[in-house]
């Protein structure tokens, strides 16, 4: 995992209760909360794969924790991505 003391915005302490605030995203912070609560990982029915990706190896997720309908989707998404790009380079398009 990244190191996240490069996140940390702000540390709080109230009542023995450590709050942590970090410098991501939240549009995905819930699915890898639960993730780490039930094991395995479902994303939004609509998202950026270039994001999800990120997010995942920001936390350290593995795709194998994606459930397999999950999986399927964020792999044909990265395809598209990918096809994208290539087609924007030789249009020279940004």
Known sequence: MKELTDE?????????VIE????RTPVLFH???DLCVKGSMHL?????????H???E??????RKLVTCCWAKLTSE???QIT???VQKEWGVA
């Open 84 to 86: 994208l790009e290539k």
């Open 44 to 52: 939004p029915s609509a998202f950026c794969a270039k994001l999800v």
């Open 31 to 33: 699915y890898i909360l």
């Open 78 to 80: 990265k395809e598209k």
């Open 58 to 63: 920001f936390w350290g997720v593995s795709e």
């Open 20 to 23: 942590v605030e970090v410098n």
């Open 8 to 16: 940390i915005e702000n540390v709080k302490v109230h009542h023995d």
């Open 54 to 56: 990120e997010e995942m």
